[in-house]
T-cell receptor, first 112, second 111 residues
Framework: GESVGLHLPTLSVQEGDNSIINCAYS??????FIWYKQESGKGPQFIID?????DKRQGQRVTVLLNKTVKHLSLQIAATQPGDSAVYFC???????????FGGGTRLMVKP | NAGVTQTPKFRVLKTGQSMTLLCAQD?????MYWYRQDPGMGLRLIHY???????AKGEVPDGYNVSRLKKQNFLLGLESAAPSQTSVYFC??????????FGPGTRLLVL
């Protein structure tokens, strides 16, 4: 069925380096995507979103890229900091009654 | 604004017991949701509500019931808890069907 998934379950980066977290989606009809950050013991926190009519959107230290041709979404974090250590989820407006469908998550570990 | 709050934060149940999880939001959001999150997995939608007095099934509704008697509250009930319902439960709310704001979660252990 339609699904949202992630390529890598764990990503380890050096503090100060840039991080790239990837997400593949299969529902070509999806038109809205969100990245969430979840720290240990907390609920998911909204980071950034993008609509399908855009290829790129930038926030503070974060950039989301959308490639509709290959149905791929990525989250780029510039100058990664220890506070960025968390699990990151991508989500799409999917096929469950137009509710958000979440991917499995990628754990980002930042080495000092 | 408190945002989305959940009570209780943690609960231990015996198999067959019942309980209700309470979610409250003070953002005047129409949409509210209940998810469960199992170790190493993403969030799965249990039930949701698009407005006061309405509820609908999500991806994994079996074993759960919900009620939305007031716009600000969304209750999740377990009538007869099973060990398979051991999980972390997250409530969320949203103004539209897009960006959802999450509560801190309720950890449930069913023995």
């Amino acid at each position: 069925g339609e699904s949202v998934g992630l390529h890598l379950p764990t990503l380890s980066v050096q503090e100060g380096d840039n991080s790239i977290i990837n997400c593949a989606y299969s529902n070509s009809a999806s038109d809205y995507f969100i990245w969430y950050k979840q720290e240990s013991g907390k609920g998911p926190q909204f980071i950034i979103d993008i609509r399908s009519n855009m290829d790129k959107r930038q926030g503070q230290r974060v950039t989301v890229l959308l490639n509709k041709t290959v149905k791929h979404l990525s989250l780029q974090i510039a100058a990664t900091q220890p506070g960025d250590s968390a699990v990151y989820f991508c989500a799409e407006i999917g096929n469950a009654g137009n509710m958000l469908t979440f991917g499995g998550g990628t754990r980002l570990m930042v080495k000092p | 604004n408190a945002g989305v709050t959940q009570t209780p934060k943690f609960r231990v149940l015996k198999t067959g017991q019942s309980m209700t999880l309470l979610c409250a939001q003070d953002m005047n959001h129409e949409y509210m949701y209940w998810y469960r999150q199992d170790p190493g997995m993403g969030l799965r939608l249990i039930h949701y509500s698009v407005g006061e007095g309405t509820t609908a099934k999500g991806e994994v509704p079996d074993g759960y019931n919900v009620s939305r008697l007031k716009k600000q509250n969304f209750l999740l009930g377990l009538e007869s808890a099973a060990p398979s319902q051991t999980s972390v439960y997250f409530c969320a709310s949203s103004y539209s069907q897009e960006t959802q704001y999450f509560g801190p979660g309720t950890r449930l252990l069913v023995l």
